[in-house]
């Protein structure tokens, strides 16, 4: 089995920046695609940021210009670098990794979630 462990989060004011992190452990053959997603509450859950294995990358609207994706393979880390930060980007963030393990099929892995919380 693979474990996500997720770092980062807490209390920001506007305007201000958290990086994510979002590590990878187990018996890992190759990470593909990679993500972070969102969910305020009353909300539906929201993809932020993805990033596949050869670096394409998606972002949400809402964030463009403002958050950076990246990932290191070489740690199975995927990091979200968060800047000019709003009440609006206040949500439980959720990292993802498509995982294939050593001698199984690929699969989805969540973290746990982490508080953002940005004050005004």
């Known amino acids: 089995q693979v474990q996500l462990v997720e770092s980062g989060g807490g209390l920001v004011q506007a305007g201000g920046s958290l990086r994510l992190s979002c590590a990878a452990s187990?018996?890992?053959?190759?990470?593909?695609?990679m993500g972070w997603y969102r969910q305020a509450p009353g909300k539906q859950r929201e993809s932020v940021a993805t990033?596949?294995?050869?670096?394409?990358?998606n972002y949400a609207d809402s964030v463009e210009g403002r958050f950076t994706i990246s990932r290191d393979d070489a740690r199975n880390t995927v990091y979200l670098e968060m800047n000019s930060l709003k009440p609006e980007d206040t949500a439980v963030y959720s990292c993802?990794?498509?995982?294939?393990?050593?001698?199984?099929?690929?699969?989805?892995?969540w973290g746990q979630g982490i508080p953002v919380t940005v004050s005004s």
């Open positions: 993802n990794q498509l995982v294939t393990e050593w001698g199984q099929l690929p699969r989805n892995y």
């Open positions: 187990g018996r890992i053959f190759y990470i593909s695609d």
């Open positions: 990033i596949t294995s050869d670096n394409k990358i």
